[in-house]
């Protein structure tokens, strides 16, 4: 099956001239949770804008499962839950009550909007808040009811522009909870984020942006298993002494070492599984009496600054 988001040499030019979106190619597999990961002002969100109709494309075409939404918008849309700006709820409603709104302008009978909308806020954790009016709602509990509102009629395909921004580290957490069980349900998922961490810990594959421009595609595994070198930080119960230096840059992969504690150092390794086990073995004949070995994601972090330099 062709891929359910497809976007061919998108580009948008703002008034003065300015090239936001600079024929930008998107592929979305099927049933992949795509993170579109880019620096603030990437274009990100004037794409996701094109591609959801709430804004018009310079040139270039969106395709959803198959339909142009240059040419047939509704026809496009019709299978997509998109969450662009957090929406403003009308604040005397309950959750529930928004639900009902929502589904009746979708089409849905009371009845259905009730028995998925029970089910949905179950998902995003409102329950208990189904009778509170959602003019009292923090920003995460209104993105919650957001995520919500885009997947009552159950769409294949789920459009989200920076879910988590603006929410603090606890609300942060809780949104991301829900999107790891979008993971988990039949959907395609294309998500913007301009945080790595973020799209490492959610998505499937990524798609890294700068300037408009498509930098780098492909699944968050490969684009691991690409970044060899990797930092990885030991602490251990007994020191790191300069007798046992030579031994340890002896051992395969190691590239070398910074002692960064009494207790603690960092290895710059560069090696597949099998080797950096055999390294802990190694450190563990030391007789170091090792506490924790523990990987920083620091490599992945340059290749993805890098990237971007490089696009500059
Ligand atoms: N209406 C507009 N008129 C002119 N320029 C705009 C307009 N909207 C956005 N831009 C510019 O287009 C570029 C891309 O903006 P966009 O909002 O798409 O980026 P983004 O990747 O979503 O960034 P952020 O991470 O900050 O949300 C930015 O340089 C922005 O200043
Ligand atoms: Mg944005």
Known sequence: ???????????????????????????????????????????????????????????????????????????????????????????????????????ALRGMSVGESTNRGRDLLDMV??????????GKFSKGMKQRLAIAQALLTQPSVIILDEPTS????????????????????????????????EV?????????????KLLRSGSVADLLDEVKARKIEVKTMRPLTPDMFDRLRSV??????????DLSFAI?????EDAQARLLIELQNLGLMVVSFKESGLALESLYMSLIMESR
């Open 1 to 103: 099956m062709d891929a359910p988001i497809q976007v061919h040499g998108l580009t948008k030019v703002y008034g003065g001239g300015f090239r936001a979106v600079d024929a930008l190619e998107l592929n979305v597999p099927s049933r992949s949770f795509m993170g579109f990961l880019g620096p603030n002002g990437a274009g990100k969100t004037t794409s996701i804008k094109i591609i959801t109709n709430m804004l018009t494309a310079t040139s270039g075409e969106a395709f959803i499962n198959g339909v142009s939404v240059m040419r047939d918008p509704k026809t496009a849309l019709a299978d997509v839950g998109a969450v662009v700006e957090t929406p403003e709820f009308y604040p005397y409603l309950t959750p529930m009550e928004t639900l009902h709104y929502l589904g």
């Open 125 to 134: 954790k409102l329950t208990e808040w189904k009778d509170q009016r959602v």
């Open 166 to 197: 603006g929410l603090d580290p606890r609300g942060m957490v809780e949104v991301r909870d829900i999107l790891k069980q979008l993971r988990k349900m039949d959907v395609t998922v294309l998500m913007s984020s301009h945080l790595l961490n």
């Open 200 to 212: 490492q810990e959610v998505c499937t594959d990524v798609s890294l942006i700068n300037r408009g």
């Open 252 to 261: 395969p992969g190691v590239k070398g070492f910074v002692v960064t504690g």
């Open 268 to 272: 710059d390794f560069e090696g597949e």
